[in-house]
């Protein structure tokens, strides 16, 4: 658990850097619980009611993730120069219009239109512009703020139940216009907690020396510095081959589990609930770990647990296998998600950690829209997912050797006689 925040001075206000920190726990929170988890709810249903294949709904999701991914660079550069809480409001106001526009349709033309609107949302309200509202409020304690903002991704599985029983008694259709209605009513409270750098309010990052400014460390990268690191590509491509694994499985788990294993829909969906259960396990380690130990040797056993886990899911269908699986794998994932953001925030500083971010997501962009086409393709043609899942825990394997490759950069202004792998913060002694 974080550390107390810092204590105001009489009459100052409250640490305010926590306020992003639940408003985005509770953003992610019903990103992952009214969507991304139950995407493969969504699969399962339209693949009875309308006949889609598993390719056409896996395109689908490639299509919200290209509009996504391809609007970061872009989204980086708008949170500089407009502020996230502009752009977090208009983003959950895309969303809502997303999820109602999917609930109604009838073609894969109209699915696909509605999923690029849901992917702008998700984009304009979800990971970048979160996490560049909490990266400049800590410093040694910023992969405990990261961990515990992430915890709505690992709350949000327990509703994936919920959500698949919703689609059972009620359908697909009403049940993401009621997803659409939860979405606009808790718009309003997570947009006010989206607040701006602690410069703004007269207070300084926590873990900031006294006498700190708040202002622009001197050894923050500029984006165009980062991109000309070995760190930023190599940090770049681990994450795309994480992003690559995630998303499939987020597809394709319950499909695979209701084909291969013969389990019931809502059964199925449990997995995605025991996903989830150890992806808070891991985020709440995780975070504290980052914050002691090497976040990059940290990172490269994740990317193991994954590959270990994917494997493990391909071979066997037995429910205890399965169940071990997907708790390896929620493990693993709550403990690299933080870490990867905060070594780009350690490596790069916070000054333009929005477009370094920005950036990095575009790149990995392959990642998230290849993992789901390739799986879905794959198994329509060779009738089940065994081959697609095993090709991607030996992309798990070769992402832990990028990971562990990822030294931190020598930064602009350091002297040449400093150690390459020395921050030019690194607290003495």
């Known amino acids: 658990m974080p550390a107390a ?40 249903a339209w693949e009875v009611d309308l006949g889609w294949t598993r390719t056409a709904t896996a395109t689908g999701f490639a299509a919200m993730t290209v ?9 980086g550069r ?6 996230v809480r ?15 526009a999917l609930s109604v349709a009838t073609t894969l033309t109209h699915f696909y239109a509605a999923m690029a609107l849901v992917g702008l949302g998700l984009a304009m309200s979800g990971f ?36 698949a029983t919703s689609v059972e008694e009620l359908g697909w259709r009403v049940t993401l216009r009621l997803s659409a209605v939860f979405v606009a009513v808790f718009a309003g409270p997570i947009v006010v907690t989206m607040r701006r750098p602690p410069d703004a309010y007269g207070q300084r990052p926590q873990g900031l020396r006294a006498g700190g ?9 500029t984006l165009r510095e980062a991109v000309r690191t070995r760190a930023f590509w190599l940090l770049a491509g681990g994450h795309a081959a994480a992003l690559l694994i995630v998303n499939a499985l987020n597809v394709h788990l319950v499909p695979h589990l209701v084909a291969a294993g013969g389990f019931p829909l809502t059964e199925a969906a449990t997995f995605v609930t025991l996903v989830t259960i150890a992806l808070g396990v891991g985020q709440l380690l995780g975070g504290p770990l980052g914050d002691r130990f090497d976040k990059r040797a940290l990172a490269t056993l994740a990317m193991v647990g994954h590959a270990v886990a994917i494997l493990l899911i391909a071979v066997w269908a037995d429910p205890a296998v399965v169940a071990v699986a997907a708790l390896l794998h ?18 790069f500083g916070p000054a333009h950690f929005a477009s370094i971010m920005g950036a990095s997501m575009t790149l990995f ?27 991607l825990a030996g992309v798990g394997l070769a992402a832990s050797y990028a990971f562990w490759r990822a030294h931190p950069p020598a930064r602009p202004d350091v002297p040449a006689d400093r150690p390459p792998d020395v921050p030019a913060d690194a607290p003495a002694g």
């Open 78 to 83: 708008l949170l500089e120069a407009v502020g």
């Open 5 to 44: 925040p810092p204590t105001p001075a009489p009459g100052a206000r409250r640490f305010l850097g926590w306020d992003p920190v639940a408003g985005g726990a509770l953003l992610q929170l019903l990103h992952m619980s009214l969507f991304f988890s139950s995407f493969g709810v969504y699969v399962v």
């Open 67 to 75: 509009v996504s991914g391809g609007f970061a660079i872009l989204l």
């Open 128 to 163: 970048l512009p979160v996490t560049a509202a909490v990266v400049p409020w800590f410093t040694t304690r910023r992969s405990t703020a990261m961990a515990l903002m992430s915890l709505g991704l690992s709350a949000g599985g327990f509703l994936v139940p919920l959500v």
């Open 365 to 391: 962009l392959a990642g998230q829209l290849i993992g789901p086409v390739f799986a879905g393709a794959l198994a329509d043609l060779l009738g089940g997912y065994r081959t697609p899942f095993a090709i």
């Open 86 to 100: 502009r752009i977090v409001a208009a983003g959950l106001a895309a969303l809502v219009a997303g999820l109602l």
């Open 213 to 221: 400014t708040g202002e622009r460390a001197p050894h923050s990268f």
């Open 330 to 347: 929620g493990f693993a994932w709550g403990m690299r998600g933080p870490l990867m953001t905060t070594l780009r925030a350690d490596y």
